[in-house]
């Protein structure tokens, strides 16, 4: 399984009716951030890149998956922050925090967009 597959898994959300035991979701989300920033900073300095157009295509299909489920775990977020405090600003940043998960919705369709074009190029 590769960087962004192993990601992805660690993203994942029990079904419903699955009995998981809880635990703090920041250690994913720092270790997945970590990771894409870390690939990001590779490709700016010229130590890897894509040898084909079908390179391209996969692995904007892996960001395209990223993105969906950044979008998933913000709107996560959101619902869950209010009940985690009285604190009356919750209620403001959860709303801020819904717009952006709509915003990382958009960007996956957008993406989605631009993978199907990616993958007619030979």
């Given at each position: ?102 915003t990382a919705a958009q960007l996956t369709d957008e993406l989605k ?10």
């Amino acid at each position: 399984m590769g960087r962004a597959a192993a990601a992805l898994s660690m993203l994942r959300m029990p079904t419903e009716g699955e009995n998981v035991a809880p635990y703090d979701p920041m250690e994913p989300l720092r270790s997945s951030a970590r990771s894409v920033a870390g690939v990001a900073d590779d490709i700016a300095v010229g130590r890897t890149g894509w040898g084909r157009p079908s390179d391209v295509a996969n692995s904007l299909d892996w960001t395209q998956r990223l993105a969906a489920a950044l979008a998933d775990v913000v709107r996560h977020q959101a619902e869950a922050l209010p009940g985690l405090t009285g604190d009356p600003r919750a209620s403001e940043a959860a709303k801020l925090m819904s717009v952006a998960a709509a915003t990382a919705a958009q960007l996956t369709d957008e993406l989605k967009q631009a993978l199907d074009a990616a993958g007619t190029v030979r």
